[in-house]
């Protein structure tokens, strides 16, 4: 039985969806105005993760990720500047050109993550319509209110029929007493009150026509208004349309606890009168020294730059599987704190784990295993459906894995043996685990995991069958000089019964 952590309820919960076989999954996507980076990577391959796990365990899945293309204002705050507007104008561009070619970099950099794509990626652009449909439900329930052409969330007046702050653990008096009236938001009753749909300032790019039916003073009126949707409205207009009125999971990083994903339950049970998710789930965040790493602190590495090592606090580039893998190793609810260092453990790590698996291909059965090797390969199975089944518990996994490293390395040196059986079942594992769940490409790593080592296969296997040629006519010499030659340039050679195998 699958357990995940639900953040409404601060306790792990067995996952039973709403509809026997099928799980409906929306997890934010991002805002997208600049390149993505390590903070971003993270939410990303932790809900790639849970996709594939309940893929594997059998769930027909549909998984929601949205692109913020509009309605995402600085400071994730109701007043200033769109960040695609403002990115297009320092750029010169069309704001669907940086929606375009930053949204191609995303997916880019996603594919070499080894990230699948969601079922839906749909665009807040694109359901403007579903938007102020949300906004005119949530305007006749009486929970919003019109002013200067724009509309607002009455979070007063939703608190008295709904318990607003329960997702993030926060209570409207806290809010009030930590919340201060801020100048140039006289628009707003109270500055805890959120944007549902805003007025277009004349300079403002991105702005549609709109038309709201409401109600002041016992009067029915109309407004007219050139605007855009808040920032939290998209998530409600556009889960709610492809995953129902309810669905089982909504994900996204901890930061988005609040307010965003409190605005949503807030949107939600305005508009519908109940909640829509039932299981919220978060991971933490990726820190420097301690600091959550984010555009907005101006602290942030993006992928490009690991993979080229194009940054001061980089020692070198990382691959989009060290990268993978660093993140892996840590419970998907931990903080992790980035430093190089870190990521060349995580690198190593990696490596072990490609060299394991190259030598897994390799190896051949023979009628019996070792009682180590049988032992190791028994519950193997079990030991890493447990780990994921307690709240995708991957650094278990990971660790289990590496445990059985031991039979492989056991058998490739002639130490151990290995069954039919056995060996068909640690392949298995492997394939199902490490690959097909955790997303590892393991394939083409082996030996040449690292990949300046990779341009050089061909030429080291030559020399190295060339050595075997000489020890077999016992010309120690050259069989010495070419292992002395290799291992002053890097390379690890390691004899076997088979051969040979290699690494840099």
Known sequence: ?????????????????????????????????????????????????????????????????????????????DEGEDKIAKKARLEQLEPMEVVQHFTNRYHHDMEALNVLPPSIEPHASGHIIEQIAFVQKILDKGYAYVSNGSIYMDVERYAQDFPY????????????????ELDGQDEKRHSYDFALWKKAAPEHIMHWPAVFRYTENG?????????????????????????????????????????HHEAEIAQSCAALGHDTVHYWLHNN???IAGKKM??????????????????????????????RFFILMAHYRSTVDFSSEALEAAEKGFQRMAEAYARLQKITAVANSSEEVKALVAD??????????????????????????????????????????DLKELREVWQLFAIDILGLQLADSGAAAN??????????????????????????????????????????????????EWSL
């Open 380 to 421: 193997l199975r079990t030991r890493c459906a447990e780990a994921m089944d307690d709240d995708l518990n991957t650094p278990i996994v990971i660790s289990n894995l590496f445990d059985s490293t031991k039979a492989i390395n056991s058998v490739a040196d002639g130490k151990a043996t290995i069954s039919e059986a």
């Open 294 to 323: 984010g555009k907005s602190y101006n602290n942030f590495i993006t992928l490009r730059q690991f993979f080229s090592g194009d940054h001061p606090l980089l020692t070198k580039a990382f691959s989009p599987m060290t990268i």
């Open 165 to 180: 702050g329960k997702l993030s653990g926060r209570n409207l008096e806290d809010i009030v007493t930590d919340t201060r």
């Open 451 to 500: 990949s300046n080592a990779a341009a050089y296969n061909g030429a080291i296997d030559l020399l190295l069958n060339i050595r075997l040629d000489a020890k077999r006519n016992k010309d120690w010499g050259t069989s010495d000089r070419i292992r002395n030659s290799l291992t002053e340039l890097g390379f690890k050679i390691k004899d076997t019964k088979d051969g040979f």
């Open 285 to 287: 965040m990726i820190t």
């Open 1 to 77: 039985m699958l357990y995940l952590y639900n953040t409404l309820s601060r306790t792990k919960q067995p996952f039973r969806p709403l509809h026997e076989g099928h799980v409906g999954m929306y997890v934010c996507g991002p805002t997208v105005y600049g390149d993505a980076h390590l903070g971003h990577a993270r939410p990303a391959i932790t809900f790639d993760i849970l996709y594939r796990y309940l893929t594997a365990i059998g769930y027909k899945v549909r998984y929601v990720r949205n692109i913020t293309d509009v309605g995402h204002l600085e400071h994730d705050a």
């Open 219 to 259: 009067e029915q009126k109309e407004l007219h208004s050139e605007g855009f949707p808040g920032w939290h409205m998209e998530c409600s207009a556009m889960g709610t349309k492809y995953l129902g009125e309810e669905f089982d999971i909504h994900g996204g990083g901890m930061d988005l606890m609040f307010p």
